[in-house]
Nanobody, 123 residues
Framework: QVQLVESGGGLVQAGGSLRLSCAAS????????MGWFRQAPGKEREFAAA????????YYADSVKGRATISRDNAKNTVYLQMNSLKPEDTAVYYC????????????????WGQGTQVTVSS
Protein backbone atom coordinates (compact mmCIF):
# COMPACT_ATOMS: atom_id res chain seq x y z
CA GLN A 1 0.00 0.00 0.00
CA VAL A 2 1.05 3.55 -0.74
CA GLN A 3 -0.62 6.51 0.89
CA LEU A 4 -0.49 9.81 -0.97
CA VAL A 5 -1.30 13.23 0.42
CA GLU A 6 -1.36 16.32 -1.79
CA SER A 7 -0.87 19.87 -0.63
CA GLY A 8 -0.10 23.29 -2.04
CA GLY A 9 -3.33 24.08 -3.81
CA GLY A 10 -5.14 27.36 -3.38
CA LEU A 11 -6.51 30.46 -5.04
CA VAL A 12 -4.20 32.30 -7.39
CA GLN A 13 -4.61 35.00 -10.00
CA ALA A 14 -4.10 34.27 -13.66
CA GLY A 15 -0.43 34.46 -14.51
CA GLY A 16 0.60 33.32 -11.06
CA SER A 17 2.36 30.18 -9.91
CA LEU A 18 1.79 27.31 -7.51
CA ARG A 19 3.85 24.35 -6.43
CA LEU A 20 1.89 21.27 -5.57
CA SER A 21 3.42 18.60 -3.37
CA CYS A 22 2.50 14.98 -2.87
CA ALA A 23 3.94 13.15 0.11
CA ALA A 24 4.03 9.38 -0.01
CA SER A 25 4.20 6.83 2.74
CA UNK A 26 4.03 3.10 2.85
CA UNK A 27 5.85 0.96 0.34
CA UNK A 28 9.06 2.12 -1.29
CA UNK A 29 8.34 5.38 -3.05
CA UNK A 30 11.14 4.98 -5.56
CA UNK A 31 9.53 1.77 -6.81
CA UNK A 32 6.70 3.76 -8.34
CA UNK A 33 6.43 6.11 -11.24
CA MET A 34 4.31 9.10 -10.33
CA GLY A 35 1.74 11.17 -12.10
CA TRP A 36 -0.41 14.23 -11.68
CA PHE A 37 -3.95 14.32 -12.97
CA ARG A 38 -6.60 16.98 -12.70
CA GLN A 39 -10.36 17.15 -12.81
CA ALA A 40 -12.27 20.30 -13.54
CA PRO A 41 -15.93 20.69 -12.56
CA GLY A 42 -18.15 18.74 -14.92
CA LYS A 43 -15.21 17.21 -16.76
CA GLU A 44 -13.42 13.90 -16.72
CA ARG A 45 -10.13 13.45 -14.94
CA GLU A 46 -7.25 14.20 -17.29
CA PHE A 47 -3.54 13.54 -17.32
CA ALA A 48 -1.26 16.47 -16.57
CA ALA A 49 2.27 15.16 -15.99
CA ALA A 50 4.24 12.05 -15.07
CA UNK A 51 7.73 11.18 -13.95
CA UNK A 52 9.72 7.95 -13.98
CA UNK A 53 10.98 6.11 -10.91
CA UNK A 54 14.26 8.00 -10.58
CA UNK A 55 13.06 11.17 -12.26
CA UNK A 56 15.05 10.76 -15.44
CA UNK A 57 12.02 10.90 -17.70
CA UNK A 58 9.12 13.31 -17.58
CA TYR A 59 5.93 13.52 -19.59
CA TYR A 60 3.45 16.35 -20.00
CA ALA A 61 0.03 16.92 -21.44
CA ASP A 62 -0.03 19.50 -24.21
CA SER A 63 -2.28 21.65 -22.05
CA VAL A 64 0.47 22.20 -19.45
CA LYS A 65 3.63 21.67 -21.48
CA GLY A 66 5.98 24.63 -21.10
CA ARG A 67 4.19 25.84 -17.99
CA ALA A 68 4.53 22.84 -15.69
CA THR A 69 7.49 21.00 -14.24
CA ILE A 70 7.17 17.67 -12.46
CA SER A 71 9.96 16.56 -10.17
CA ARG A 72 10.53 14.14 -7.34
CA ASP A 73 12.75 13.79 -4.32
CA ASN A 74 12.99 10.12 -3.45
CA ALA A 75 14.84 10.92 -0.23
CA LYS A 76 11.80 12.88 0.91
CA ASN A 77 9.22 10.55 -0.66
CA THR A 78 7.70 13.54 -2.39
CA VAL A 79 6.70 14.47 -5.91
CA TYR A 80 6.10 18.05 -7.00
CA LEU A 81 4.25 19.85 -9.73
CA GLN A 82 5.37 23.42 -10.35
CA MET A 83 2.76 25.31 -12.34
CA ASN A 84 3.56 28.70 -13.85
CA SER A 85 1.61 31.16 -15.97
CA LEU A 86 -1.59 29.74 -14.58
CA LYS A 87 -4.80 30.20 -16.53
CA PRO A 88 -8.42 30.07 -15.40
CA GLU A 89 -8.76 26.82 -17.35
CA ASP A 90 -6.21 25.26 -15.01
CA THR A 91 -8.84 25.40 -12.26
CA ALA A 92 -9.35 21.83 -11.08
CA VAL A 93 -8.76 19.36 -8.32
CA TYR A 94 -5.24 18.03 -8.77
CA TYR A 95 -4.48 14.44 -7.84
CA CYS A 96 -1.19 12.64 -7.57
CA UNK A 97 -1.03 8.95 -8.30
CA UNK A 98 1.47 6.11 -8.22
CA UNK A 99 1.98 3.46 -10.88
CA UNK A 100 4.24 0.54 -11.59
CA UNK A 101 4.31 1.62 -15.23
CA UNK A 102 6.38 4.66 -16.10
CA UNK A 103 5.03 7.42 -18.29
CA UNK A 104 1.42 6.34 -18.45
CA UNK A 105 -1.17 8.96 -19.31
CA UNK A 106 -4.05 6.64 -18.43
CA UNK A 107 -5.61 6.94 -15.00
CA UNK A 108 -6.60 3.26 -14.89
CA UNK A 109 -2.91 2.30 -14.92
CA UNK A 110 -2.28 4.12 -11.66
CA UNK A 111 -2.71 2.00 -8.58
CA UNK A 112 -2.76 4.51 -5.76
CA TRP A 113 -4.33 7.95 -5.54
CA GLY A 114 -4.30 10.88 -3.20
CA GLN A 115 -7.40 12.76 -2.10
CA GLY A 116 -6.68 15.77 -4.29
CA THR A 117 -5.93 19.44 -3.76
CA GLN A 118 -8.02 22.28 -5.19
CA VAL A 119 -6.42 24.81 -7.49
CA THR A 120 -8.51 27.82 -8.43
CA VAL A 121 -7.23 30.41 -10.88
CA SER A 122 -9.08 33.69 -11.03
CA SER A 123 -9.16 35.86 -14.12
Amino acid sequence: QVQLVESGGGLVQAGGSLRLSCAASGRTFSSYAMGWFRQAPGKEREFAAAISWKGGNTYYADSVKGRATISRDNAKNTVYLQMNSLKPEDTAVYYCAAASISGSIYSHEYEYWGQGTQVTVSS
